[in-house]
């Protein structure tokens, strides 16, 4: 398995610096799709975390690469990439489970400030525990989770990203999460902002919480409308356990009104494409 791994990184290294490369990113992503599935029929933790390093290795390479905002890898389900329509922001994205020590969230995050690309690197932890919707998050505390789709918007002429992402993090509870990404003055990453209006509360991140065992929908409706399933307990005797939490079948939907994210909760969508 070395062996393969071995000759697997020595083929990608030099695949991205090629003038070919709508052929070589093909080749890239069939070696990602190896690779994963290696990952997954692995059942050691020291082998995942080498076989992990490998994807690291390609992943670093390709988001350095001119054509990172044009390409998108095809046929790898086991790894989250979304683009902004204006191709400002990419962000790659995977989870690695390991048995033996806490399972791991890897974030590739493309920024494009017109004259270059700033790339950072995160890395996550699994956490039983639930995001806090009262702080914000930096690129040195970052949550991990795996985010499926994204839009930009501006407040005060300011640009923002509002994201979607899941996280597994606890084994009986899923979570689906609504965030704000920006970049500081000085470049920093800051994952967080006080947008988020609910009645008299102002949250910097929605937090769905609800049973592993059953299935929501968090979607954006437009660039400016996200719509998700209401969430109830199973019975008022379990109001408040998570575990417990499921759609009931009505909609809340967040949306866009002079720069804050505000909800309105029982949606009637059933005539809405």
């Not at 949250?203 to 609800?210: A, F, G, N, P, S």
Request: glycine content about 6%.
């Amino acid at each position: 398995m070395r062996r393969i791994i071995s000759i697997l990184l020595l083929s990608a290294s030099g695949i991205f610096s090629v003038a070919e490369g709508q052929t070589h990113n093909q080749d890239v992503s069939v070696t990602l799709e190896k690779l994963f599935s290696r990952l997954v029929a692995s059942h050691e933790d020291s082998e995942k975390l080498r076989i992990n390093d490998s994807v690291k290795l390609i992943i670093d390479s390709y988001s350095e690469t001119d054509t990172v905002f044009t390409h998108k890898f095809t046929n790898l389900k086991y790894l989250g990439q979304v683009t902004s329509k204006n191709s400002g922001l990419k962000i790659i994205t995977w989870n690695l489970l390991l048995k033996d020590s806490a399972s791991r969230y890897f974030c590739y995050l493309i920024n494009s400030t017109g004259k270059k690309n700033n790339l950072y690197r995160l890395e996550g932890r699994y956490n039983d525990s639930p995001l806090k919707t009262d702080i914000t998050y930096s690129e040195k505390d970052w949550y991990g989770a795996v985010y499926y789709d994204l839009r930009a918007f501006k407040q005060n002429k300011h640009p923002y990203w509002v994201l979607l992402g899941i996280d597994y993090g606890n084994p009986k509870i899923t979570r689906k999460i609504i965030d704000i990404l920006s970049f500081g003055p000085d470049g920093k990453i800051v994952f967080g902002k006080k947008l988020f209006v609910s009645e008299d509360v102002i949250k910097y991140r929605e937090v769905l919480e609800y049973s592993s065992e059953v299935v929501i929908s968090l979607r954006f409706l437009t660039d400016k409308s996200i719509i998700f399933d209401h969430l109830v307990p199973l019975s008022p005797g379990l109001k408040g356990n998570k575990e417990f939490y499921g759609p009931d079948f009505s909609f809340d939907t967040y949306n866009l009104e002079k720069g804050v994210w505000k909800l309105k909760s029982d949606v009637d969508v059933r005539n809405k494409k």
